[in-house]
T-cell receptor, first 116, second 114 residues
């Protein structure tokens, strides 16, 4: 099955700085990599995802990069704002061969704090 | 439109009691997932329903856990003879048909076993 490692576990930045969170995965057949933001008392919210046919995807201040050779992908947040403070999770399809039957394996999460 | 709805939002019960958690998926989503999130931890897959196919139950931690999805829509997760280690947030997600479709989560049920 899939194994996803996420670093760092906590990240503290000043408002306006960039934040980068990295994840590695084990199953070379995995082909879909979502990122979720979770605020206190809420469910995870999908903020961006990438499929294995591209190396980078951007959406305003958020970008995700994928390196399939090295089996890692990263979330980049530029011009951070206090409202970006939350827990961020990466994920990859679970199950044998990356075909998953739909379930996701999640990283352990990164607590991002943006100081005004 | 309406998102994934879960009820109750909080549940406190005594050890040994049975509990039922409910999930209403987004209309038109054929895939439904249950995950468990323990305090300060990531999400752990429990069970997955896709249309009329047999569910993937590979994540259920013991035979005390079961889930149903009636009519291809609403799902209930049942935990029998609850134990203190069952305390967690139980999250439901739904998605459109097809592999690797984005999963949309509800706000979960926070279960506390006394």
């Amino acid at each position: 099955g899939e194994n996803v490692e996420q670093h760092p576990s906590t990240l503290s930045v000043q408002e306006g700085d960039s934040a980068v969170i990295k994840c590695t995965y084990s199953d070379s057949a995995s082909n879909y990599f979502p990122w979720y933001k979770q605020e206190l008392g809420k469910g995870p919210q999908l903020i961006i995802d990438i499929r294995s046919n591209v190396g980078e995807k951007k959406d305003q201040r958020i970008a995700v990069t994928l390196n399939k050779t090295a089996k890692h992908f990263s979330l980049h947040i530029t011009e951070t704002q206090p409202e970006d403070s939350a827990v961020y999770f990466c994920a990859a399809p679970g199950g044998a061969g990356g075909t998953s039957y739909g379930k996701l394996t999640f990283g352990q999460g990164t607590i991002l704090t943006v100081h005004p | 439109g309406a998102g994934v709805s879960q009820s109750p939002s909080n549940k406190v019960t005594e050890k040994g009691k049975d509990v039922e958690l409910r999930c209403d998926p987004i209309s038109g989503h054929t895939a439904l997932y249950w995950y468990r999130q323990s305090l300060g931890q990531g999400l752990e897959f429990l069970i997955y329903f896709q249309g009329n196919s047999a569910p993937d139950k590979s994540g259920l931690p013991s035979d005390r856990f079961s889930a149903e999805r009636t009519g291809g829509s609403v799902s209930t997760l049942t935990i029998q003879r609850t134990q203190q280690e069952d305390s967690a947030v139980y999250l439901c997600a739904s998605a459109r048909q097809g592999l690797n479709q984005p999963q949309h989560f509800g706000d979960g049920t926070r279960l506390s076993i006394l």
